[in-house]
């Protein structure tokens, strides 16, 4: 509402007298256009018939459309005169375009080119993309937002941190290679320290709840979904700061568009995913304000476009020199950790720096968390060697999946445990699991069989597997899309291992004879053998025990272990022939088909282009790299069936869907499913502390939402008792978090 003596409509009132003619011109309008976003043609009986319409009628509504344009742009000059505001016009052809809320956006520049308060900072390259998707990228003012809207702010959900926390000290942590750069978007950027960089570390909008279903604030303090499903509302935070100190604006997620667009990052996948085509519109209202529209209404559309800001003001040569320059230089981030350059010791550590007055510090759910001042990740190849490096102190924490470090290196009753100084947990949860698969790339050869491929599958003995080196803690996982409750295929297995299978199926793909090695030929005299490579290292054992029982069944496999970042780089370049690999999960409802199984993250031909009449690929195609589909499945039926997918909005529907793609992907066999535990066992040193209720339905990481701290008077008592040779506990330390322990 307007004041009644405001300068507004003191103006106002000088010009009144032009607002009857407009809204009359406008009415001219709005009956000379046929758009029909803004008309809806009337349904005619099947008796009558398309009539083709006279000329001079189309000149009369072409004339009319252009006399109510005419005016409107002269009433809206002389209107912007009056209150003072000469250079921004109303375009009407381009808020009709760019709207789907209102018919009154603002242009993104003037008369003169010059850009809208809200994008005065921006360049002249990241301008033009704005303008060239006008109907991307939209301005409003906060009138425009809807009334009816019914904004959530979190405040039923409850804290999972413990206000027991303590800030400061050191976490040391290890990785296995040390990192090829510090970007986390474009090549080398998905390695084993973007977690840290990004994925526990950065704010984004709003984030999932790890105990329910709900959400709790992030960067946005308020969130609300529109009347469409597709749209979601959001109100910044004030505080809320890039460790830089510049405040995260509204444009900064307009800028996150740009960046993730670009060809510069040479990044597909991020290209795709957040592609117009999935997030169609960015409106911003002030500098605190903005929406997002999901090409969809979906369940979870929340989580969906939730998403993280990017500092436009730091990406100031995001051109060909993209790679280079930011390769050393991380981005400033809204997280509570920064990676400093004087703290990057190339080649054999990284030390993130937490920010002393990080703008969240006192927000409701991340108080009491990120406690650490300093979090230490040194290189260290083995694992071997990290567990010895764990046990003498000089790691806090160290992962022990692995039952032969459970039952026998750090067994009960061993004397760091025995006496208190190391404490053992387990932490249930009820998360997807990371997808552990051999994943078969269907596009080498002898992959390029249906019938090799089956034929792997029965001669892979994972029951082995599991009882041998996991000792039956770990169950066989079956299908793509394990641990999804009622999107999960309800009865669909995983082939077992099989020698008469294995055999019979190899035979059908024309490898009838065994060799003296007992390796299986076929009739050119060439051997079935396929390398299975991974950067798992600490999984070769279980690669061993593969390749053994593969030789029963005629299968010859050599191993190849690399350094995870050139293992991740050979599957990216997709130059394997199988790869054992695992994606982790987040908290979200759905499996995901499009990244690892659609065809357009195969080859650089979109949908059915690449494809022949009889749905064989067209010879010549090119390959795609740096996207997921490293089994480089590409089947017209089945990407039709995950763009369906994607385009879903009904639950029952999708869940229908999901059992369908899981199926047709089970008949494909590109993909050997390994293993999951409904669970996470870790060994630290007990002075580092969790809640006392901790084990995040959500999680399969203790790190991930970073609510651990460091007891430092427990570590110097700890310290102490271990040169005394005393303990600080009358028993073992062995704790269970079964808060969500599956029933």
């Known amino acids: 509402m307007i004041p009644k003596n405001s300068p507004l409509m003191n103006n106002m009132k000088k010009i009144k007298f032009f607002v009857s003619p407009f809204f009359a011109s406008w009415a001219l309008f709005f009956q000379g256009c046929e758009n029909p976003k803004l008309k809806q043609p009337r349904e005619r009986s ?97 009138e425009e937002i809807p009334d009816d809207l019914e904004w959530q702010d979190g405040s039923s959900e409850k804290e999972f941190a413990s206000p027991k926390a303590k800030r400061g000290g050191t976490f040391h942590a290890y990785m296995r290679d040390f990192p090829r750069t510090l970007r986390t978007i474009g090549p080398d950027a ?27 604030p992030g960067v946005a303090n308020e ?30 997620y307009f800028f996150f568009f740009y960046f993730m667009r670009s060809k510069h990052i040479q990044a597909p996948w991020y290209n795709d995913f957040y592609g117009k085509d999935k997030f169609q519109k960015v409106t911003l209202y002030d500098e605190q304000t903005l929406s997002i529209t999901f090409y ?17 003001h730091f990406y100031t040569e995001l051109g060909g020199e993209y790679l280079t320059k930011y390769q050393w230089d991380p981005e400033p981030t809204t997280g509570a950790y920064v990676a400093l350059p004087e703290n990057v010791d190339k080649g054999k550590s990284v030390t993130l720096v937490r920010q002393d ?30 567990f010895e490096i764990f046990l003498k102190g000089q790691i806090d924490a160290f992962g022990l999946a692995k039952t032969e470090f459970w039952y026998e290196k750090l067994k009960n009753a061993h004397p760091l445990v025995k006496n208190g100084y190391i404490t053992k947990v387990t932490f249930f949860n009820q998360a997807p699991p990371p997808s552990y698969a051999l994943r ?103 690669l061993v025990v593969l390749k053994e029982e593969a030789k029963k069944a005629g299968l010859e496999i050599k191993l190849k272990v690399l350094e995870q970042t050139a293992a991740w780089k050979m599957a990216n370049e ?19 088909f499009w990244e690892p199984f659609h065809s357009d993250n195969a080859y650089q031909e979109k949908g059915d282009l690449k494809y022949q009449k009889n749905g064989d690929l067209k010879p010549g195609i090119t390959t795609k790299t740096s996207t997921n589909n490293f089994t480089q499945t590409a089947i017209r039926e089945l990407d039709h069936l995950i763009n369906q997918y994607r385009e879903e909005e009904d639950l029952a529907q999708i869940t229908e869907m999901a059992h369908r793609l899981s199926k047709m992907i089970h008949d494909h066999a590109v993909w050997v499913p390994a293993w999951k535990k409904p669970w996470l066992r870790a060994g630290h040193w007990s002075w580092l502390q969790f809640p ?52």
Not at 574 to 592: D, I, W, Y
């Open 357 to 386: 007055d990080w703008w969240a510090n006192d927000k409701r759910f991340f108080r009491n968390r990120f406690n650490p001042d300093q979090i230490k990740v040194s290189v260290i190849r083995d694992n071997d060697k990290a």
């Open 574 to 592: 997709k130059n394997h022939q199988v790869v054992f690999s695992a994606f982790g999960t987040f908290v979200e409802l759905f499996p995901r």
């Open 440 to 542: 078969l790339n269907s596009q080498k050869a002898p992959l390029d069989n249906l019938d090799v491929r089956i034929g792997f599958h029965h001669a892979m003995n994972f029951d082995l597997v599991l009882e041998r080196i996991f000792r039956g803690d770990f169950v066989r996982m079956n299908t793509v899309a394990d641990g999804f409750g009622d999107r999960s295929h309800p009865n669909l297995k995983a082939r077992g291992f099989s020698v008469d299978k294995a055999v019979e199926s190899f035979a059908r793909a024309g490898y009838l004879q065994r060799g003296k090695d007992g390796i299986l030929v076929n009739e050119r005299g060439e051997k079935l053998s396929i390398e299975v490579m991974t950067g798992y290292k600490h999984f070769e054992d279980v």
């Open 190 to 216: 998905n390695g084993g320290f973007r977690s840290y960089l990004l994925d526990n570390n950065v704010i984004g909008l709003t984030h999932a709840h790890p105990n329910s279903d709900g959400y709790y």
């Open 223 to 252: 969130w609300a979904v529109g009347k469409d499903g597709r749209t979601v509302y959001f109100r910044l935070d004030s505080n809320a700061r890039f460790s830089d100190g510049n405040l995260v604006k509204a444009s900064d």
């Open 692 to 743: 006392d209720d901790w084990g995040p339905k959500e999680s399969t990481d203790y790190e991930e939402f970073q609510v651990f701290w460091i007891d430092t008077q427990a570590k110097k008592k700890i310290l102490d008792a271990m040169e005394k040779g005393e303990p600080v506990s009358a028993q073992p330390t062995v704790r269970e978090y079964k808060k969500y322990e599956a029933k």
């Open 46 to 142: 099947p008796e009558q018939t398309e009539e083709t319409p006279n000329h001079s009628d189309k000149i009369d509504r072409e004339l009319t459309r252009e006399l109510a344009r005419e005016f409107a742009r002269e009433f809206v000059r002389e209107f912007a005169k009056q209150i003072n505001h000469k250079n921004f016009t109303f375009d009407a052809n381009q808020s009709l375009k760019n709207s789907d809320n209102s018919s009154s956006a603002t242009s993104l520049v003037d008369t003169n080119g010059k850009p809208h308060p809200l994008l005065s900072h921006c360049s002249e390259d990241v301008l033009e993309f704005y303008q060239k998707n006008a109907d991307c990228f939209s301005i409003l003012s906060t």
């Open 296 to 312: 969809k209404a979906k369940p979870d559309i929340v989580e969906r476009v939730s998403i993280r800001p990017k500092p436009e």
